[in-house]
Every structure is written in structure tokens, then in C-alpha cells.
């Protein structure tokens, strides 16, 4: 849905969705919080990534090596390196300071 939003060049909406989704509990998901997080940082909605990001950890989904991957190279990719530095140091805190999975291939992390 966010996707078709933002082709529609609905942006404003997008920014709604997410704030409802702030208001709702989706439960422990993983895997749809990741397609999230994905997709926003693909359209450049770097704050809302992070607030999804909180409310991921919020509602007990854990973050896996994948979402901090996304998270991490979508960052970069897109010039947020003081934002990464942070992301990076709570990886680091959950899986050791070696975080070998970032050079891992991950589809779609941010063209």
C-alpha cells in the first residue's frame, strides 16, 4: 500500500498510515516490519523508518540481522550516517562487534 501511495505521489498519506499504524498493534511481525522499513527507506522517509523502527521493538518484534542490514545500508545509502552510527551500535549490542551479515546480499535495500 505504501508503494501505490507513493507512485500516486500521495506522500502526505503515507506519513497518516504510518501514523495509524502508531495507534494499532500489529504484534510481533518480523518479517512485515522489515517489508516496512524496506519500502519507506526506499521512498526516502527516513524518520518514519525510524519511528517504525521503535514501534517494531515496541510491540516485541524482535529486529533480526536482516532488519538491521536494511536499516544500516538503507541509512548509508542514502547519506544518513549519523543515524546508522546509531543503529549500528545497538547491532553491535545484540549480535558483537563483528556484524558480518551487513555484506550480505539483501534484496531491495535501497536503489
Same mark, same amino acid.
Given at each position: 500500500m505504501i508503494t501505490v501511495l507513493?507512485?500516486?505521489?500521495?506522500?502526505? $498519506?503515507i506519513e497518516l498510515v504510518c501514523s495509524? =499504524?502508531?495507534?494499532?498493534?500489529?504484534g510481533?511481525?518480523?518479517e512485515g516490519f522489515n517489508s516496512l522499513l524496506r519500502t519507506l527507506l526506499h521512498l526516502g522517509f527516513i524518520h518514519t523508518t525510524m519511528d517504525c523502527f521503535? =514501534?517494531?521493538?515496541?510491540? @516485541?518484534s524482535d529486529p533480526d540481522e536482516s532488519t538491521f542490514r536494511i536499516l544500516i545500508n538503507g541509512l548509508e545509502s542514502k547519506g544518513e550516517m549519523y543515524i546508522?552510527?546509531?543503529?549500528? @551500535? @545497538?547491532? $553491535?549490542?545484540?549480535?558483537?562487534t563483528s556484524l558480518h551479515f551487513l555484506e550480505e546480499d539483501e534484496e531491495m535495500v535501497c536503489p
Amino acid at each position: 500500500m505504501i508503494t501505490v501511495l507513493a507512485r500516486n505521489g500521495l506522500l502526505k $498519506q503515507i506519513e497518516l498510515v504510518c501514523s495509524f =499504524l502508531k495507534m494499532e498493534s500489529w504484534g510481533p511481525d518480523t518479517e512485515g516490519f522489515n517489508s516496512l522499513l524496506r519500502t519507506l527507506l526506499h521512498l526516502g522517509f527516513i524518520h518514519t523508518t525510524m519511528d517504525c523502527f521503535r =514501534l517494531m521493538k515496541l510491540w @516485541e518484534s524482535d529486529p533480526d540481522e536482516s532488519t538491521f542490514r536494511i536499516l544500516i545500508n538503507g541509512l548509508e545509502s542514502k547519506g544518513e550516517m549519523y543515524i546508522s552510527v546509531t543503529v549500528r @551500535e @545497538e547491532a $553491535q549490542k545484540l549480535f558483537g562487534t563483528s556484524l558480518h551479515f551487513l555484506e550480505e546480499d539483501e534484496e531491495m535495500v535501497c536503489p
